[in-house]
């Protein structure tokens, strides 16, 4: 069976998993956030839900291994024509085993779009959203690690993004409707 996929990154707080939601539902994709899919394990009690909470209460990243062992069979199980992915590659290895993945599928990515939002901006929203959902990782220390994870693992993916002329950079500081409609007019 063919499948589609659709990437979405960019720094905490620029909206990317609101925004590959209403993206998957648009085009009749499933849906798949990491970091959501590892927090809902981690509140089972079992050794791997333990070991995930290790990692993400504090903003580490969790090993390639144990990401990929879980999200792969996800991805192969799941009958949908298409994936809008958020939060995953985080980093250029896992890109790279991504793509093995779907190489020995034959399947592709045919969008990748980068949220782009400032980091005073991102900021604000982080704490807004804290005051809201109180996330166990959010954290002032957690917080500030994501922020570095992000630059240090995360940005180097834009460079292999526009290697593979995937990269499609979304202006994220606008209304919620305006960034949605933006990315479906890409589909049009
Ligand atoms: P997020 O909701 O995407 O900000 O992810 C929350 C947390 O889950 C991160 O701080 C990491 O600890 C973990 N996480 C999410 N996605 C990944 C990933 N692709 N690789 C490793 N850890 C991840």
Redesign the pocket.
């Given at each position: 069976m063919n499948k589609d996929f659709i990437l979405i990154l960019g720094p905490?707080g620029s909206g990317k998993t609101t925004q590959a939601r209403k993206l998957a539902r648009f085009l009749g994709y499933k849906f798949i956030?990491?970091?959501?899919t590892?927090r809902k394990l981690s509140t089972e009690k079992n050794p791997i839900g333990l070991k995930l909470s290790e990692?993400?209460i504090k903003?580490?990243?969790?090993p390639d291994a144990l990401?990929e062992s879980i999200l792969f069979p996800m991805i192969e199980k799941k009958k949908a024509k298409g994936f809008v992915i958020d939060?995953?590659?985080?980093d250029v290895a896992?890109l790279k085993s991504l793509l093995s993945f779907l190489d020995l599928n034959q399947w592709a990515i045919s969008h990748v779009f980068y949220l782009h939002v400032g980091e005073e901006e991102s900021l604000k929203r982080l704490v807004d959203r804290r005051k809201k959902e109180q996330r166990q990782?959010e954290s002032s220390d957690a917080i500030a690690k994501?922020f570095q994870l992000y630059h240090t693992e995360t940005e180097p993916l834009l460079a292999e993004y526009e290697k593979m002329h995937r990269l499609e950079k979304i202006d994220g500081e606008r209304t919620v409707e305006e960034i949605q409609e933006d990315l479906r007019s890409r589909f049009k």
């Open positions: 905490q956030s990491s970091g959501r590892l990692y993400w903003g580490e990243l969790v990401m939060g995953y590659p985080r896992q990782d994501r």
